[in-house]
């Protein structure tokens, strides 16, 4: 069965910093771009970066970028999203997703395995 599993949400002050970890299991997702997304109370999913099958081309939603970093170590199955200077509009429940394609790609369509997400939230 495959398996993406957020972890590493929870409760920050603003100006902190959180690690978020994909960990994927089932099948290997090294051939295939991934990517963060987040649901803020209320709103629809919105993208937030993605990273190539590599790890050598990422992309950045406007509003995290130079304060959140996407990574991937493809030996572990994993991927990670380091989030520096938090601010209470990050608050959101964040998911991780799989692409069926090998380059970056900000479209949720493109994205065919989603994890069930981790609780960021961020307090003033």
């Known amino acids: 069965q495959v398996q993406l599993v957020e972890s590493g949400g929870g409760l920050v002050q603003a100006g902190g910093s959180l690690r978020l970890s994909c960990a994927a299991s089932?099948?290997?997702?090294?051939?295939?771009?991934m990517g963060w997304f987040r649901q803020p109370p209320g709103k629809e999913r919105e993208f937030v970066a993605t990273?190539?099958?590599?790890?050598?081309?990422?992309y950045y939603a406007d509003s995290v970028k130079g304060r959140f970093t996407i990574s991937r170590d493809n030996a572990k199955n994993t991927m990670y999203l380091q989030m520096n200077s938090l601010k209470p509009e990050d608050t959101a429940v964040y998911y991780c997703?799989?692409?069926?394609?090998?380059?970056?790609?900000?479209?949720?369509?493109?994205?065919?395995?989603w994890g069930q997400g981790t609780q960021v939230t961020v307090s003033s």
């Open positions: 997703a799989a692409a069926s394609t090998r380059f970056v790609t900000r479209e949720i369509r493109n994205y065919d395995y």
């Open positions: 089932g099948r290997t997702f090294s051939n295939v771009a």
């Open positions: 990273i190539s099958w590599s790890g050598g081309n990422t």
